[in-house]
């Protein structure tokens, strides 16, 4: 499945932490990807706030779509 994003989409990345997680969402960021915060316990990255929960980090940060890495 293809997800579309556009200048609009505001992104959480799930385990933005990890080593994959973290090099991927700092590449989206670069390519201009609106990565409004990430998924894992008790950490801050990329500027943003890492959240334990999924749900809890798309409704905090109002984001429209999410990524599993």
């Known amino acids: 499945m293809s997800i579309l994003v556009n200048h609009k989409t505001r992104l959480v990345v799930q385990g933005i932490t990890g080593r994959d997680g973290a090099f991927h ?8 990807t609106q990565v409004v915060a990430g998924t894992s316990p008790g950490k801050e990255v990329l500027y ?16 429209t779509e999410q990524i599993h890495l």
Request: proline residues 0%; glycine residues 4%; positive net charge.
């Open 25 to 32: 969402a700092q590449k989206m960021k670069e390519y201009g």
């Open 48 to 63: 943003k706030t890492a959240y334990l929960f999924i749900i809890r980090c798309m409704k905090l940060s109002k984001s």
